[in-house]
């Protein structure tokens, strides 16, 4: 991808965003996902289709387990296949977390209908997309999803052209 001269100056955030099960099973919302991601100027840095064992769905939300909601959730994503992207923005993370909308639909329906999940979530738990929600969360999610990927490598080789720039990814 083309990277304008402008965004060399600027200080790039990495977040990790994830087209869940539900919008991936229907291939025109996952590539009209895909266009609202460029649409929103988001650097695609990395992204990948996987899909993931139950262990590894109660691996990554761990921190949920005992929720009401954990089995349902654990069940759903891995239920099929998902999309993770690596993206890069001034300000990404936030970015990305203000246009995926609310965790619970139809709260995003109310408070945020332009939203990602306000537009295409099925439920709470089916709600289309994930993004990191902190700088630590991101680093680790980012492992999680692309163990082969570490941020001072790309800089120097698979990105020449942001050596000038600066990467924020703490
Ligand atoms: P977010 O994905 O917005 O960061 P959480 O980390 O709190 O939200 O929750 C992780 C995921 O668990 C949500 O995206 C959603 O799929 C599911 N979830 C969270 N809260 C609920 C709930 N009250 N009912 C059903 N599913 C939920």
Request: proline share 5%; aromatic share 12%; glycine share 4%.
């Amino acid at each position: 991808m083309l990277l304008t001269t402008t965004r060399l100056s600027k200080v790039l955030q990495l977040t990790l965003a994830v087209i869940k099960p539900d919008a991936v099973a229907h291939p025109l919302m996952s590539e009209a996902l895909h266009q609202i991601i460029l649409e929103n100027k988001f650097v695609i840095v990395r992204n990948k289709e996987l899909a993931w064992r139950r262990q590894d769905s109660e691996k990554f939300y761990a921190e949920h387990s005992g929720r009401f909601f954990y089995q349902r959730l654990v069940e759903f994503m891995s239920s099929g296949p998902m999309r993770a992207y690596i993206l890069a923005k001034e300000d990404g993370i936030r970015h990305w977390r203000d246009l995926m909308g609310p965790t619970k639909v139809f709260r995003a329906r109310y408070t945020s209908p332009t939203s990602l999940r306000a537009q295409f979530g099925l439920t709470d738990t089916r709600n289309t997309t994930h993004g990191s929600d902190s700088p630590e969360s991101a680093r680790r999610e980012i492992c999680f999803f692309f163990p082969d990927f570490h941020v001072e490598e790309w800089m120097d080789k698979d990105e020449p052209l942001f050596r000038s720039g600066r990467i924020l990814y703490d």
